[in-house]
């Protein structure tokens, strides 16, 4: 398959997923690491499904998943980023804001993705060079100044002991922003900055799975995606500091970062 293909297939891949998310029901939840840290049947299903239909499309292909531990060599030829339900807690909850995540690697460079929010019908896509896109539509970062905008935020819940910095930035972001959204999904936050709902997002934490896909969305959408130090996020399993959006939104930010 070429790299041309990649897109078509990431959209056609995640409707079908997104089908199953949308006839879920039952949903009971298990712990992985702590009560904050749970997984589903249907996580499992999703991510069984994906690596199935991706594996059968691109013979060879790896895969770098949140379930199951199937974390393949990152730089190989073919390799697929995978969060099968970002926001898992939402979906356990009934709060109807998840996604699923698909970032597409070759040798070690990102190339294309595709998030779908399966309750609101919202498919976001990027190739890299190629622009952003909702529901084919193109999408830009917001130009405005941070007073001018929203901030998403994360709270990095599988690590308490990051609680009281994030705590405090959330508190210098709304007293600068407009207001603070914390909605439980890093790709959808990333994607509400890659479309200009808000002008930055930020999370001290966050999984290569939580953010390969939307770093592309929002870096193809104009917008900048790195580390809370200013530094470009890398593509590996460090679990990185994370600030995206708008180009002016996010140095003022990170003045603000400084500041702290």
């Not at 600068?176 to 914390?182: E, H, V």
């Not at 890659?194 to 390969?212: K, N, P």
Request: hydrophobic fraction near 45%; charged fraction near 25%; include cysteine.
């Amino acid at each position: 398959m070429h790299d041309s293909d990649i897109p078509a297939l990431l959209c056609q891949t995640e409707r079908e997923a997104a089908a199953l998310i949308l006839q879920a029901h039952d949903i009971l939840a298990e712990k992985k690491t702590d009560r904050r840290d749970v997984v589903t049947a249907y996580d499992k299903r999703v991510q069984e499904l994906l690596i199935e239909r991706l594996s059968a499309a691109v013979p060879g292909a790896r895969f770098f998943c949140e379930e199951n531990d199937r974390h393949d060599d990152l730089h190989a030829e073919h390799v697929f980023i995978i969060d099968p339900i970002d926001g898992t807690m939402n979906f356990v909850r009934g709060f109807h804001h998840s996604c699923i995540s698909i970032a597409y690697m070759r040798r070690g460079a990102l190339r294309a993705a595709a998030i779908c929010n399966p309750y609101v019908n919202e498919l976001f896509t990027a190739v890299k060079g190629e622009g952003a896109f909702l529901n084919g539509r193109p999408i830009h970062a917001s130009e405005e100044a941070l007073g001018e905008t929203l901030v998403c935020c994360g709270t990095a819940p599988y690590d308490t002991g990051l609680a009281d910095r994030s705590f405090a930035l959330m508190k210098k972001a709304f007293l600068k922003g407009l207001d603070i959204r914390r909605e439980g999904a890093a790709a959808l936050d990333l994607c509400s900055v890659a479309a200009g709902r808000a002008g930055v997002y930020f999370e001290l934490g966050l999984s290569l799975w939580d953010y390969a896909a939307g770093k592309l969305i929002v870096e193809e959408a104009g917008g900048v995606c790195c580390t809370i130090d200013g530094d470009p996020m890398p593509l590996d399993p460090s679990r990185p500091t994370v600030v995206a959006g708008g180009r002016r939104a996010v140095e003022e930010f990170l003045a603000l970062a400084r500041e702290a």
